[in-house]
């Protein structure tokens, strides 16, 4: 059956790093956009990042631009976030998502598979 498995979450100072790894399975993973959101406590589900699989082209959102690298691994089945100079607003559950098109949607809506997410905190 298709899993999303994510891992690397934790708690770090502000400033600090933390590197998130998705591990997919039981479908083509070279052949989906394959995207990172994250949602706080009392907000709804927010997009990250996102990188395709035809030219590994990557997108992400406003406020992570520049602190966030998306990466993938598709010999691995594996999607990565390096998450640099963290913030206590970037405190979050960080979820994975796998889409079967080749422009990764910004709305939480229409992914095909979801992971069960990584709790990810920030102290000031």
């Known amino acids: 059956q298709v899993q999303l498995v994510e891992s690397g979450g934790g708690s770090v100072q502000a400033g600090g790093s933390l590197r998130l790894s998705c591990a997919a399975s039981?479908?083509?993973?070279?052949?989906?956009?394959m995207a990172w959101f994250r949602q706080a406590p009392g907000k709804e589900r927010e997009f990250v990042a996102a990188?395709?699989?035809?030219?590994?082209?990557?997108y992400y959102s406003g406020p992570v631009k520049g602190r966030f690298t998306i990466s993938r691994d598709n010999a691995k089945n594996t999607v990565y976030l390096q998450m640099n100079s963290l913030k206590p607003d970037d405190t979050a559950v960080y979820y994975c998502a796998a889409d079967r098109t080749t422009i990764p949607k910004t709305r939480n809506v229409g992914y095909d598979y979801w992971g069960q997410g990584t709790q990810v905190t920030v102290s000031s």
């Open positions: 039981g479908f083509t993973f070279s052949s989906y956009v």
């Open positions: 990188v395709t699989w035809s030219n590994g082209n990557q």
